[in-house]
Nanobody
């Protein structure tokens, strides 16, 4: 079993920065692909940024040049550095991790979500 928990959300003024962390805990696992999603009130959840096991990244157009996703494999943690925040970035941010768990029968893959962290950007 793996647990995923986000942290780092909060209230910030427009133009400010926040860094979100997504920490995975458990045993005998490794994070493969990880992604940050967000969901604003009344809107569908959208993918914001992804990072593969090899470090390749991808971003939704609205955050390109402002957000940076990274990972620390030794700490089983994924980060989202958010700069030049705007009110439209206000949402609950979720982390999703696709992990491989070592079992007696080989590696099995699972997908885990965190509980979300609120980011509010005031104008």
């Amino acid at each position: 079993q793996v647990q995923v928990a986000e942290s780092g959300g909060g209230l910030v003024q427009a133009g400010g920065s926040l860094r979100l962390s997504c920490a995975a805990s458990g045993s005998r696992f490794s994070i493969n692909r990880a992604a940050w999603y967000r969901q604003a009130p009344g809107k569908q959840r959208e993918s914001v940024a992804t990072i593969t096991s090899g470090g390749s990244t991808n971003y939704v157009d609205s955050v390109k040049g402002r957000f940076t996703v990274s990972r620390d494999n030794a700490k089983n943690t994924v980060y989202l550095q958010m700069n030049s925040l705007q009110p439209e970035d206000t949402a609950v941010y979720y982390c999703n991790c696709n992990v491989g768990i070592q079992t007696d029968w080989g590696v099995k893959e699972y997908s885990y979500w965190g509980q979300g962290t609120q980011v509010t950007v005031s104008s």
